[in-house]
């Protein structure tokens, strides 16, 4: 058996690493979206969305390298909407959490977004926005929605 002072000393130790660790790393936490079926989370989606549309990313602004924001800001050319009453270029936020969508200049996206506290459009991967050639099943469940022009 070790000595008392040999244990009150790996105990000081432990307790401070385990303290160093958590203020010196990064966030390790993956995206944890709300469980359940594709039916279900594409229902709350749209439930929660004050905009659904599809459109294609023009710009893409990092907030973080800018200084601006935290997260990125995306401007939209909106091809068609099924919810919300939308111009012809929207701008919608994402980030800067784990949950944030990822969007790239020329690409089209369908997008699910809401006022943030700030009354900014904002989306994330959980409302299920995202590319257009992967939306099938949720295109299929909005129905032909309506041209912006």
């Known amino acids: 058996m070790l000595p008392r002072h040999y244990v009150k000393i790996f105990?000081?130790?432990?307790?401070?690493?385990?303290?160093?660790?958590?203020?010196?790393?990064?966030?390790?936490?993956?995206?944890?979206?709300r469980p359940g079926s594709p039916g279900k989370a594409f229902a709350r989606a749209k439930k929660s969305a004050s905009v659904v549309f599809a459109g294609q990313a023009l710009e893409v602004v990092n907030g973080f390298s800018s200084g601006q924001f935290r997260g990125w800001r995306i401007t939209f050319r909106v091809h068609k909407s099924w919810k919300g009453e939308l111009r012809q270029e929207v701008v919608v936020f994402t980030g800067p959490d784990d949950c944030a969508a990822y969007f790239e200049v020329g690409k089209e996206y369908l997008v699910f977004a809401a006022p943030d506290a700030e009354q900014r459009l904002k989306t994330n991967v959980c409302m299920q926005t995202g590319l257009l050639s992967r939306s099938a099943e949720n295109l299929k469940r909005?129905?032909?929605?309506?041209?912006?022009?």
Request: net charge positive.
């Open 11 to 33: 105990a000081v130790r432990f307790i401070f690493l385990c303290g160093a660790m958590l203020l010196f790393t990064d966030s390790a936490s993956a995206c944890l979206c």
């Open 142 to 149: 909005l129905g032909k929605g309506k041209d912006v022009s």
